[in-house]
Each structure stands twice: as C-alpha cells, then as structure tokens.
C-alpha cells in the first residue's frame, strides 16, 4: 500500500481534503492518495460543466461529494448531490458523473471481493 501525502519525521500529516488538490479551468484533475492491492482513493476537481462520459467498471466505489454539486447518473437514474452526500457506483454498472458547479468528490474503489464458493 503507498499514500501520498507529506510527512514530517516519519509521521503522516493532518491535511485539509478539500485543499489537496485544485481546480484548472477547463478540466477535471485527479490525485490518488492511496492506492493497494484491493483498492484506491482518488481525490478529483472538477471544473463546472466538465464530466466522466458513462462508463462502466468492474469496482464498487463509494463518491462522496467535498465541494460543489453534481449530478451522477446510475443506470440511467440521476442523483443531484451536494457537499457531504454519498453514493454507492455498483461494479458493471453503467454510471456518468458531471459537475453542476465546480465540484470535488472523493473516490474510493474496492476490488471485488472473490467467490469463496
């Protein structure tokens, strides 16, 4: 497991998630902060209006709104979200997410988990 972030003697810092990452007009960005064998968490900014076409995944991931809005589209069913919502992306599920104002979201995605049976 590897996790951005800045450390001083060794130990992790306290940051401010909102204030990791930046908007850049006309752009969506990215930063993973941590990233393993089962998973990874992904800070994104969006500028307005920009968006993820729909696409599908084989993770389940939890988007958890920071700033902003937007609206996210699961099987074809759309969800406007503000600061502080959640919501579950099922894996192989066709979802698409665009930003009603500048938006910054959290990403957490999880491997599946495999059939024991």
């Given at each position: 497991?590897t996790m951005?972030?800045?450390?001083t003697?060794g130990?992790?810092?306290?940051?401010?998630?909102?204030?990791?990452?930046?908007?850049?007009s006309?752009?969506?960005?990215?930063?993973t902060?941590l990233?393993a064998?089962?998973?990874?968490?992904?800070?994104?900014?969006?500028?307005?209006?920009?968006?993820?076409?729909?696409?599908?995944?084989p993770?389940?991931?939890?988007?958890?709104?920071?700033?902003g809005?937007?609206l996210?589209s699961?099987?074809?069913?759309t969800?406007?979200?503000?600061?502080?919502?959640v919501?579950?992306?099922?894996?192989?599920?066709?979802?698409a997410v665009?930003?009603?104002?500048?938006?910054?979201?959290l990403?957490?995605?999880?491997?599946p988990?495999?059939?024991?049976?």
């Amino acid at each position: 497991m590897t996790m951005e972030s800045t450390q001083t003697n060794g130990s992790p810092s306290v940051e401010q998630l909102s204030e990791m990452i930046e908007y850049q007009s006309g752009a969506i960005v990215s930063r993973t902060l941590l990233k393993a064998a089962n998973g990874s968490t992904t800070l994104f900014a969006f500028d307005a209006g920009q968006d993820l076409s729909e696409h599908t995944t084989p993770n389940e991931a939890l988007l958890i709104v920071i700033d902003g809005e937007t609206l996210v589209s699961i099987r074809s069913v759309t969800h406007h979200l503000h600061v502080g919502d959640v919501i579950t992306l099922p894996a192989n599920q066709p979802h698409a997410v665009k930003a009603e104002t500048q938006f910054k979201m959290l990403l957490v995605m999880m491997e599946p988990e495999e059939d024991a049976s």
